[in-house]
């Protein structure tokens, strides 16, 4: 949600501070400050609205330094406005902090520190941990002494970047929980302090990632890490393979659109390495389960939040029906709150593109304490995800900028997909022929996601003559249901206009009272086992006098008579069909989106990784 930043070494801090935020604008944000250390002063500039507004009061007057820390904030506690904007500072200007989660008893913490005489200067939670930081510092203790004492009496999660005038050469970086990442890059020379890696990668790739309690001292020749107790802790780097031109926008006018087009790139990657032909077989390199162990689980548990979750409900239909082995899906916000039955026979997967969505580590941490075994299906690396996972299946999307998410959904489909592939492997209920035959279709289907995005399908055209729409119906079923709730989800949260998803067969009980000629109807109908049956509850939208835009398989005439507009797609596997079907959906959404004004990267009030629950 909120961005973190922070520089040490010999270069300009502003500029590299306020880079290094202009790469994390995807993740939604109301204000953005910046703080760096300046002969002997701690200059802060804030603002509120988009970095421009940032960027022109830098350039009004330039902060100079080579240390430096910047913030973009998503409030939550005191509205918008600059003096809420991070960073804040002690009373004496001294000591200066970014935060990004909730201090959940800031309001016991001000009033003891306002009784000791600190004065406050802005309305949120935030500012308590620095005027904490300043009362331990006064007996003389340093920076990370102070800040540990501080950090423990904080209620809630957090991601903590300090920096002080009495120790100019460093930076101080905690993290408590999940409350986003706390990256550390490391350079020759200089030394980088990150939420997300995407803000750093332009200049390192060797990177280390804190966990839960642990703080970095964080100087120009490197770092030194302590847990909250002041332990030394030995904390090993990663080389990330992430290519910061993938993060930049190549010629599209929104990373929205350019991540829709990389999709056959994001499936393939996501595959490659896998799977094997001949003897058919899936492996999976972050997974250490032999196949006697998958055969251990009796159930799968999945969740996940959003997109993340359509994907979850895709992939019961590919488990249940590939791997015969039971599956729910819950949101992972509702997961933790039903007092949910796992035990040793389950695996629980957690199924999260940014790898920090909070309500889905909660929901891990609940499964592992009920004995089942964790497996997140992620895309960024060395998330907490990721790390605090029994096994994990990476997919290989690359980085998703734009909020809504796109390449990120179909490597997750992939992922699922090859997960329920490796389970009918290891539970016999597929025999090689069809694995091999399995295995085939998928690596034929970048091939045919291709195809799809290089039609024109007559986008704007429907974008034009639906953008004043008030409401839009999805409908779909079986495997293609889920589909319909994620374009109904694409479409409302980019273009804000509403929108609902339905199974097909339901609409008769209730939403068919909707049906007029102000409110389009999308239906999925591709040639699958319940094609019949979906022609049939989307025949009756058009006798009711709805408007239907069809999405079916190519060369389907019974479709194309009952529809207004037709969107197609080639056959494949059903249990792939979801992979194909999306992605009209994405466009359609995208094209309203875009013929409204809206702004498509970064709806309003949606954030990239939702770290707070
Ligand atoms: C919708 C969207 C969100 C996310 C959800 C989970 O386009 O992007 O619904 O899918 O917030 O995020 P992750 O996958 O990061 O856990």
Known sequence: MCGI??????????????????????????????????????????????????????????????????????????????????????????????????????????????????VFRSETDTEVIVHLVEAFAADGASLDEAARRALRELRGNHAIVLMSLREPDRLVAARLGNAGGVTIGLGEGETFVASDLTAILDHTRTMAFLDDREMAIVTRDGFRCVGLDGTPVDKSTTVVSWDPVAAAKGGYKHFMLKEIYEQPRAVSDTIRGRVNQGPASVRFEGVPWTDAAWRRFRRVLIVGCGTAWHAGLIAKFMLEDLARVPVEVDYADEFRYRNPLADAETLFVAVTQSGETVDVLVSMAEARQRGAKVLAVVNAIGSQAARAADGVIYTHAGPEIGVASTKAFTAHLTALYLLALKLGQARETLSNDQLNQAIQRLLELPHRMGDVLSRDQGYEDLANRYAKCRDFLFLGRGINYPIALEGALKLKEISYIHAEG????????????????????????????????????????????????????????????????????????????????????????????????????????????????
């Not at 300009?12 to 760096?36: M, N, P, Q």
């Not at 339905?502 to 109807?521: N, R, S, T, W």
Request: glycine residues 10%.
């Open 5 to 118: 930043v922070g520089y040490v070494g010999e270069r300009d801090a502003t500029r590299i501070v306020f880079d290094g935020l202009k790469r994390l604008e995807y993740r939604g944000y109301d204000s953005a400050g910046l703080a760096v250390l300046s002969d002997g002063r701690l200059e802060v500039r804030r603002s509120v609205g988009k970095l421009a507004e940032l960027e022109r009061v830098l350039d009004r007057e330039p902060p100079r330094g080579t240390v430096g820390i910047g913030h973009t904030r998503w409030a939550t506690h005191g509205k918008p406005s600059e003096v809420n904007a991070h960073p804040h500072l002690d009373c004496r200007g001294d000591i200066v902090v970014i935060h990004n989660g909730i201090v959940e008893n800031y309001v016991e913490l001000r009033q003891r520190l306002r009784d000791q005489g600190h």
């Open 502 to 613: 339905y199974p097909a067969g339901e609409m008769k009980h209730g939403p068919i009272a909707l049906i007029d000629e102000e409110m389009p109807v999308v239906a999925i109908a591709v040639r699958d086992h319940v094609y019949e049956k979906t022609l049939n509850n989307v025949a009756q939208v058009k006798s009711r006098g709805g408007v239907l835009i069809g999405l079916g398989n190519d060369g389907d005439d019974t479709l194309a008579a009952i529809s207004d507009h037709l969107l197609n797609v080639p056959e494949t596997s059903e249990h792939l069909t979801p992979l194909l079907t999306a992605l009209p959906l994405q466009l359609l959404a995208y094209y309203l989106a875009d013929r409204r004004g809206c702004d498509v990267d970064q709806p309003r009030n949606l954030a990239k990784s939702v770290t707070v629950e």
